[in-house]
């Protein structure tokens, strides 16, 4: 029976690895650390199988673990990624690139972790806000809240 | 913010590159996953504390009011023709740089029913500690990031209704991160019985959940027809993500000195931040024909 359960964990995930990595990336952002959240959002899951209680979550399970992952991994880095920053700064060679949209895409990197997240799971992994709340491990008042919010403080940066 | 915005960044988040890698990785990775399991047995995990954050924030607990005057002075609110009180039990106060916290802690006095008062007493409690612990990891978090920033919270209650029959006490939150939110909820205290009414409990079968939702669109209606500055996400507004459909049957809710019922939604439950947090009293006649009696609502 416990054994059926980690064959289907098997099989979920191999079949749902690009969302993963995709949900992973869009925390971490560089190929690397991304591969590492997925390889130990896989070690907690089977390590801690037994905190699933019904296959018909494992989805939301998983997306919590990656999620949670994504972010212990973000706070480990933070001091090396402002030198890595410093360092790029002083090598700048003041050339300007051409980004379409950058300032899109850096209001939504500019939102707190939570905010950012909710817009990620509701928009582009089309989840519920329920399972969002789960996720997040917040009240579902607090993710809607935090949407809404989130999406006030997208449109004043942008509107800026 | 307009859909086509949020079609683009989700096209930017659909055109993340997957690595060749990805496929090996993760079998190479359940592999190993599964072989854990069979000694995770042995793993023992540490959790290391960290203190340093709690020592340094000024915190002041105000203490158990057990004499009259000091509770007299921290909270002047008596309810009750002195029998009934709410006062402020515990405040806890965080004040250093970007962080600010304010938290009381009600308690009602004077209820006969202990069991009622004591559990009621023991929520708010719960609710203020757990506010509080939240507030310091959240600044632990910001701490740990480097980034610093505003952080505030402002908790506390209202007491709603005092009549000789009831008593409606909000607690409110409003946090503070940017912009803020508030949430509102409320207990009403049946003075005479000395029961908790809930919204359940004042109607008949579940139908309320319903008749209360369509009274309550068409309110959000006609103020959107005769103030073109309000909105409310209803079915039907393209731009609503989760329009409102209907009230939960456990709704914020409280009954006004007139004995009409309240139903209050949280910021940005319903509306725009703008709106704050919205009322809609019920006007009785729609809800006559459900309610067990006319004893609290009239």
């Not at chain 2, 290391?48 to 709690?54: L, N, P």
């Not at chain 2, 029998?83 to 402020?88: M, N």
């Not at chain 2, 993500?241 to 049957?249: A, G, L, N, T």
Request: glycine letters at 6%; zero cysteines; proline letters at 2%.
């Amino acid at each position: 029976m416990v054994n059926n359960l980690e064959n289907q964990l098997e099989d979920f995930i191999i079949k749902n690895r690009e969302p993963f990595y995709r949900l992973a990336y869009s925390y971490v952002k560089n190929v690397d650390d991304s591969l590492d959240v997925v390889q130990e959002s896989i070690y907690k899951a089977f390590s801690s199988i037994d905190s699933l209680k019904d296959f018909g979550y494992i989805k939301i399970w998983f997306y919590r673990i990656v999620v949670n992952v994504s972010l212990d991994l973000l706070r480990k880095k933070k001091r090396e990624i402002i030198t890595d920053e410093d360092f790029l700064l002083a090598n700048d060679t003041g050339t300007i690139d051409n980004y379409a949209d950058i300032d899109l895409e850096n209001a939504l990197e500019s939102l707190p972790e939570d905010y950012r997240s909710i817009i990620v799971l509701r928009f582009f992994e089309d989840l519920k806000l329920e399972e969002i709340a789960v996720i997040l491990e917040k009240n579902i008042s607090t993710v809607k809240t935090r949407l809404y919010k989130g999406l006030e403080m997208l449109r004043i940066s942008m509107d800026d | 913010m307009d859909n086509r915005k949020l079609e683009q960044l989700k096209q930017e988040y659909i055109d993340i590159q997957i690595p060749e890698e990805l496929e090996f990785v993760v079998r190479r990775s359940i592999i190993q996953g599964r072989k854990n399991m069979k000694k995770k047995n042995n793993i023992k995990k540490i959790k290391i504390v960290s203190g340093s954050i709690a020592a340094s924030v000024a915190l002041l607990i105000a203490g158990v009011n057990t004499s009259p005057v000091m509770a007299q002075n921290l909270s002047n609110l008596p309810v009750v023709g002195g029998i009934i009180k709410v006062l402020t039990f515990r405040e806890y106060k965080v004040d250093e740089n970007n962080y600010n916290a304010d938290i009381k802690v009600p308690e009602i006095q004077g209820l006969e029913n202990e069991e009622l008062q004591n559990s009621l007493n023991e929520k708010y409690l719960n609710e203020g500690k757990e506010l509080y612990d939240q507030f310091m990891e959240d600044i632990e978090d910001l701490e740990k990031d480097g980034e610093g920033g505003h952080l505030g919270i402002d908790n506390g209650y209202i007491v709603k209704t005092d009549t000789d029959k009831i008593l409606s006490i909000g607690r409110y939150v409003v946090n503070t991160v940017g912009s803020s939110s508030t949430t509102f909820k409320y207990d009403t205290i049946d003075k005479e019985k000395q029961i908790l009414i809930t919204l359940p409990s004042l109607f008949k079968d579940g139908t309320y959940v319903d008749i209360i939702s369509d009274n309550i669109k068409s309110q959000m209606k006609e103020q959107m027809k005769s103030d073109e500055s309000i909105l409310y996400w209803i079915e039907g507004d393209e731009e609503a993500i989760d329009p409102f459909e209907k009230i939960s049957s456990e709704q914020s809710f409280y009954i006004n000195d007139e004995g009409k019922l309240v139903i209050s939604f949280d910021k940005y439950e319903v509306a725009p931040g703008s709106t704050g947090t919205p009322e809609f009293v019920i006007p009785t006649e729609t809800i006559s024909e459900l309610l067990v009696g006319n004893e609290y609502i009239k």
